[in-house]
């Protein structure tokens, strides 16, 4: 498929009108008394004469959204929508502005598969909304809805939206590993028999424990990242090909720190994260809390990063997750909350919540655990010392009859839209 596809979408830059209406696009609201007016509009227009202003007349709680149908579309295929937005007197513009975007099987379908674009990028006075999808099984038909909300004094001009069809990107299908170890065998050649057993069979990236000791202590007293421990590491990821995910203790000058670090299939570090939520055995060690949630581009995927305590902490996941992450990996000592019931819901609620692939190396109640976006445990240690391994495709579609829409949808296509920031005040403890 060609990258200049042609446009899916009927009178996309919004140039035929009739009776001061864009043909091919219907308006709909939910009641008369908060329906926003519709109109082709003059004013601005980012190509030809006209663009679709939707305006919220100062109604309270206005909402109203504009759509149009195409024919062509076939499962499997992969598009891209676009459509280019400009805000006059909206508060927050991703609280007012939305794109939907459904597929549909037949023109009677009521039982939609529903997304949402949320990706923005601005091009000059224009914001562009867009996003690839691909369309599920049995689709024939797609409909785009460009809509206003909760902004009574509020407008928004669209023009120049697009549904094309690109090419399919490379698959994104990788073999993810955790290991555990009891106590009695967390020590450098435990954890070497464990990387050899991930590597040999043929794991993408494995995690490792909290704290994991590589190198002996009397060999390196006051070990440091980057520093031996990520020296043996790298020599594992070379040689196996595998990214490892590890906790270190990592001393810089007079701080001492209990750090994340990933190394690349080429023995690089290429990211580290300190841990930020310290329990008060950890003060007390004299350990330093990071400050920062940072996430890493690597060849499996947008990857953050937890240790231990943090896995308490949903603000810590949501963080990771508002920056794209798609995998999260956990090193933990213990969970001992429930006789370790608390720790799987825990796992399994972080990784649903937030539509990511969540991974743990722990060592109590030792269940490290692959869980995927949909909370489902993909992969179950169950207290055997050694390495368990999952399948995982970034990019698998999970359609689920949800209450947002009319339909189904992928959490991972709502939350980031739906959620509400700007009413967030109390969870920052700050004015």
Known sequence: MSPSAPNLLPNASFEETADGLPVSWTCHAPRPEI???FRADSRFARSGQHSLCIDGEGKAGVAGWATARCSGIQAGGIYELSAYFRGEDIADLHESIWVKLAWLRDPTDERSRVAYPYATAQEGEWWRLSDRFLAPEGTTLAEVSLGLRHAPQGRVWWDDVSLRQV???PARRFRLATAYLPQDQRNPEGWRQVIQQAGE????????????????????PHPTVPGRATEVLGNFARRYSMLIIVSLPDWQGPLRYNTAVIIARDGRIVGTYRKTHLPQSEVEEGTTPGATFPVFDTDIGRVGLQICYDHFFPEVTRSLAVQGAEIIFTPIMGDGRSDGQAYEAVARARALDNSVFYVTSIRDPGRSLIVDPTGAILADSAGRPG?????????????EPWLSVP???EFRR?????RRPVIYRELTGRP
């Open 167 to 169: 090419p399919a990107p």
């Open 35 to 37: 329906a926003p007016t």
């Open 201 to 220: 069979g043929r794991a993408d990236a494995l995690c490792l424990g909290e704290l994991a000791q590589i190198v002996a202590p009397e060999d390196d």
């Open 387 to 399: 390495v368990v391994f999952a399948e995982v495709d970034l990019d698998a579609p999970h359609y």
């Open 414 to 418: 709502l939350w980031p839209k739906e």
């Open 407 to 409: 339909g189904y949808a």
